[in-house]
């Protein structure tokens, strides 16, 4: 009998340490698999580790598909900011770009093409939105959605009964005095960067239709432009801001939908005059439509071609053996990224 009940008491024993055996398995398994799952990092070995390149080509295309993923990924959390409006009647057009891309160009052709709506779009609402005080954006926000629909109606109102088309150039087309040209960063001040994430909210949340078009151009050309032509800042401190700036205007594009802006190298404006028509008012009539830009563009955008061995030399003479060569490669990978894997992401336009 008693060797019955220890006979029992082992078997039951047994069970009970293959039990808790199985559970504490399961709950190691599982941990780890959530673990992976929250830093997305694959469990490997170490023979599945790459020990060489891959070509330009697949590296683009690795980077794509990654963005794709991680944005995926993200809109389950937070949706990125989705462009749902479209409209043939009101347009509202915001030319984004690092100081020396082409700004000036940009306002010779909306200004000299008479191209915007005459009613000039309030500046400094975005000034205080995106440069005022932090405590207050919520009310400049809302002051910004304001002047969004109201300028929309105005295309509405002036046409009747007649389709009347409005092109709203939100900066670069006026000189008056409380006009910026909101590139990054403003006025040459660090800390003052536009913002086309809160720009592309707030213009979904009032019902517009926004059009970026995304400025870019070789970092050699543009350290030339702002530095030795213009002599804003010295070269090491002006290689230093716009690496920066190159930043931020990339991690602001990645938060919104690719349909809201394209993209033109400096030097290249007047080869894609036909898409930026298509895509800034295509389908519009009045100032802006009817092949208006293209016209613009033949008139008054004033651009030779970049010459970026001349810049390279020109910088390396000028540096006196101050030695910024990895902040020139730092900007060149944020315009190559810009360039290679933001700007393919956008729509074909043509």
């Known amino acids: 009998m008693k060797a019955s009940s220890a ?4 078997r039951f024993q047994g069970i009970l340490f293959a039990s808790f055996f199985l559970l504490g398995f399961h709950f190691i398994l599982f941990t780890q698999l959530h673990v992976r799952d929250c830093l997305r990092l ?7 580790v790459r020990t060489s390149q891959s070509p330009p080509e697949q590296q683009r295309k690795n980077a794509s598909s990654v963005l794709r993923h991680e944005g995926s990924r993200f809109g389950r959390r937070s949706q990125m900011v989705k462009k749902t409006v479209y409209s043939s009647r009101a347009r509202f057009l915001f030319i984004a770009g690092l100081g020396g891309t082409g700004h000036h ?3 010779a052709v909306l200004k000299g093409g008479h191209l915007c709506w005459p009613s000039n779009f309030p500046a400094l609402v975005l000034w205080h939105l995106w440069f005022g005080a932090d405590e207050e954006s919520d009310m400049h926000a809302e002051n910004l959605k304001r002047a ?6 105005e295309a509405v109102l002036a046409g009747g009964n007649n389709e009347t088309s409005a092109l709203h150039c939100l900066n670069t087309a006026d000189d008056r005095k409380d006009e910026s040209m909101f590139s990054y960063p403003n006025n040459n001040d660090k800390t003052h960067h536009p913002n ?13 239709d926004l059009r970026i078009v995304v400025l870019h151009r070789h970092p050699a050309n543009q350290l030339v432009s ?3 032509n213009r002599d804003f800042m010295d070269l090491p401190g002006e290689a230093h801001q716009m690496s920066n700036q190159g930043g931020i205007l990339n991690s ?3 938060l919104i939908d690719p349909d809201f802006f394209v993209c033109t190298p400096f030097d290249s404006v007047s080869d894609e005059r036909g898409m930026l028509q298509a895509f800034v008012s295509g389908g519009m009539e009045g100032r802006s439509g009817n092949g208006e830009v293209v016209k613009a563009v033949e ?4 651009a030779g071609r970049d010459d970026v061995d001349a810049a390279m030399r020109r910088i390396r003479n000028e540096t006196n053996g101050k030695q910024i060569e990895i902040k020139i490669e730092e900007m060149t990978m944020y315009h190559e990224y810009l360039k290679e894997v933001l700007c393919k992401r956008t729509g074909t336009w043509d």
């Not at 008139?299 to 004033?302: F, I, L």
């Open 7 to 10: 006979s029992s008491s082992r």
């Open 42 to 48: 694959p469990i490997r070995n170490k023979t599945s």
């Open 105 to 107: 160009g940009w306002r």
């Open 148 to 153: 969004f629909e109201e300028r929309a109606q």
């Open 196 to 208: 086309v994430y809160t720009l592309a909210r707030i213009a979904e949340d009032a019902g517009i």
């Open 226 to 228: 702002l530095s030795l």
């Open 252 to 254: 602001q594009l990645q």
């Open 299 to 302: 008139m008054h955008y004033r």
